[in-house]
């Protein structure tokens, strides 16, 4: 069993900045791409920022692109995520996963078939 730990989640303002971390302590990253995913009670989780396992793949939707940015630090086993000029609808329990496939190419729309899920980081943007 993989464990996935996220942190950096908190209470901001409209406009301010966060940076999600998220670690997989025991088991490395490098060969696998990762993903940040948001839920909200009452809606389905989404991803909000995905990555292949190289990092030559992202993929951010296009209501959070510009102000998201996923990178992998394979060197300090550490996916981020930064969030930039956060709104109240960013608002939401972020979730860390790790692929299970190995070296997955592309990663369209953070479409993982199955994938390992860390606890969450609540985010919480006031307007």
């Known amino acids: 069993q993989v464990q996935v730990a996220e942190s950096g989640g908190g209470l901001v303002q409209a406009g301010e900045s966060l940076r999600l971390s998220c670690t997989t302590p025991?088991?490395?990253?490098?060969?696998?791409?990762m993903g940040w995913f948001r839920h909200v009670p009452g809606q389905v989780r989404e991803g909000r920022a995905c990555i292949d396992w190289n990092g030559r793949s992202t993929y951010i939707p296009d209501d959070v692109k510009g102000r998201f940015t996923v990178t992998k630090d394979n060197a300090n086993n550490t996916l981020y995520l930064q969030m930039n000029d956060l709104k109240p609808d960013d608002t939401g329990m972020y979730f860390c996963?790790?692929?299970?496939?190995?070296?997955?190419?592309?990663?369209?729309?953070?479409?993982?078939?199955?994938?390992?899920w860390g606890q969450g980081t609540q985010v919480t943007v006031s307007s």
């Open positions: 025991g088991s490395s990253i490098d060969d696998y791409a």
């Open positions: 996963a790790r692929d299970r496939k190995f070296r997955r190419v592309g990663v369209r729309r953070c479409s993982f078939e199955s994938v390992y």
